[in-house]
């Protein structure tokens, strides 16, 4: 319950451009890095989450004042937006790499990211940045987020949700599904633009979504609710068939979740996954 209301607040709060900084190569960064660091599953998720929401205020804030000291109209716009743009650009890998360092922090598990490995990693990428500037880009990402840096991942949204299903007496192999859970994720967060694609125009019944469905869809794609009981719905489908519509209908009580909605993005992440129109 607890889990679904945070969903709900913050589906009800979405920045015009959530997803902006969920593009795949920024996620493989984080991925790859986390794997180097040999931080367990649910930090790099954590690290996503925190850069995107880190990102997307810092750029409002930016914005939000750098208009506020422009003249000059659409030409002293643009400027104002190249400035910003370099900003950004300028300290990204640090950004990440901070935020990579908070989620290790507030992970339970024993590896923690220390400043000396932040800084050995900045200095193979030939950045010249120092202890000070590392502990101060850390502390803008806390100060921007207002120290909101603990949400919830959709790792946990799965890892509750077999645990109910387990004790409500759903039958399903519980470890190997966890595993496959954990890899269909991955895959999700890697190819999350291909997938909710497919769903959208499964959705709306058009290969040319307009604008205003786009924009509309956005609750759907950051829907943590959604996406863990289409990972559970499709590692059942892979794993244990026979299993797959008693679990389906365990999570639609569960959840609130129609069949019809876990079917479509079962099918639309086995068509990633696959390369196949058909799975």
């Not at 921007?144 to 949400?151: G, K, R, S």
């Not at 759907?220 to 244990?240: C, R």
Request: proline share 3%; charged share 20%; with cysteine.
């Amino acid at each position: 319950i607890h889990l679904a209301a945070e969903n709900e607040q913050y589906l009800s709060e979405l920045p015009e451009h959530t997803g902006c900084f969920k593009e795949r190569r920024i996620v493989e960064f984080i991925f790859l890095l986390s794997e180097k660091w040999h931080l367990d599953q649910s930090t790099r998720y954590q690290a996503v989450e925190l850069l995107e929401r880190f990102m997307i205020k810092q750029v409002e804030q930016m914005c939000e004042s750098s208009s506020g000291n422009v003249t000059g109209g659409a030409q002293g716009q643009g400027s104002s937006w190249r400035s910003v743009r370099d900003q950004v650009v300028s300290t990204f890998v640090l950004r990440l790499v901070s935020c990579v360092q908070l989620a290790s922090k507030l992970s339970l598990h024993y590896t923690r990211v220390t400043s000396d490995t932040a800084l050995r990693f900045l200095q193979c990428l030939k950045y010249s940045y120092t202890k000070q500037e590392l502990l101060e880009s850390e502390l803008a990402v806390l100060n921007t987020l207002h120290f909101h840096v603990h949400m919830s991942t959709p790792l946990a949204y799965v890892e509750l949700l077999l645990e109910v299903l387990g004790h409500n007496g759903c039958l399903f192999p519980a470890k190997p599904l966890h595993q496959v859970c954990v890899h269909l994720l991955d895959c999700c967060y890697l190819t999350r633009e291909t997938i909710y694609d497919t769903l959208l125009k499964i959705a709306i019944e058009n290969s040319t979504p307009s604008e205003l469905q786009v924009a509309k869809f956005l609750t759907v794609k950051e829907d943590f609710m959604l996406l863990a009981v289409g990972i559970i719905s499709t590692g059942v489908f892979i794993l244990s068939p026979g299993h797959w519509e008693q679990v389906v209908e365990h999570l639609k009580c569960i959840t609130g979740i129609t069949a019809q909605s876990i079917l479509e993005f079962s099918y639309a992440v086995l068509r990633c996954v696959l390369g196949s129109p058909t799975p």
